[in-house]
């Protein structure tokens, strides 16, 4: 089975960085997904990891390390709209399965 | 242009009931999924079809009935509802259910309330 952990909760600046880490158990290991949900709507996108590393993809950038069973999504330049909750997902040999999710509020 | 759609939006409901969500991705995608999220957030994976043949049934009590009549829709039908089946649903779809590509596109949700 899995065992997703992340912080349930984390509070930052408008402008600042925010880092959410993401460790996982998994019986078999085909990737590492992160998804942005605001509250009420549903989950999108944000980020796919198979190999070590880091990912850029604009503000955001996730990084994995398989040997160690650790990811974290990193947000850059936070503005308002990134007020969400961010929710690490792994897949396995068949499906996805996703944490509870880390919601982050943005302070001006 | 939606890419996955799911009616209803809301579904308030007696205990004892049953009801059906439908769901409809016009993606061109082979497979669909049947999400729950309960008041923790936990989103958890309940159906997936591929093709309309099912390949993924986890632990759900037999009152849920996945039903794929094509590729582009999957519905839910829950029997007996009782109060613990309040939850948000999610219809989700991917290109295909290899671990090489999984991105999956969700619906907006049934948020299903059982009074």
């Known amino acids: 089975g899995q065992n997703i952990d992340q912080p349930t909760e984390m509070t930052a600046t408008e402008g600042a960085i925010v880092q959410i880490n993401c460790t996982y158990q998994?019986?078999?290991?085909?990737?590492l997904f992160w998804y942005q949900q605001h509250a009420g709507e549903a989950p999108t996108f944000l980020s796919y990891n198979v190999l070590d590393g880091l990912e850029e993809k604009g503000r955001f950038s996730s990084f994995l390390s398989r040997s160690k069973g650790y990811s974290y999504l990193l947000l850059k330049e936070l503005q308002m709209k990134d007020s969400a909750s961010y929710l690490c997902?792994?897949?396995?040999?068949?499906?996805?399965?996703f944490g509870a999710g880390t919601t982050v509020t943005v302070r001006a | 242009d939606t890419a996955v759609s799911q009616t209803p939006k809301y579904l308030v409901t007696q205990m004892g009931n049953d009801k059906s969500i439908k769901c409809e991705q016009n993606l061109g995608h082979d497979t669909m999924y049947w999400y729950k999220q309960d008041s923790k957030k936990f989103l958890k994976i309940m159906f997936s079809y591929n093709n309309k043949e099912l390949i993924i049934n986890e632990t759900v009590p037999n009152r849920f009935s996945p039903k794929s009549p094509d590729k582009a829709h999957l519905n839910l039908h829950i029997n007996s509802l009782e109060l613990g089946d309040s939850a948000v649903y999610f219809c989700a779809s991917s290109q295909g259910d290899s671990p090489v590509y999984n991105e999956q596109f969700f619906g907006p949700g049934t948020r299903l309330t059982v009074l």
């Open positions: 997902a792994v897949r396995d040999d068949y499906k996805l399965s």
């Open positions: 998994t019986s078999g290991f085909n990737g």
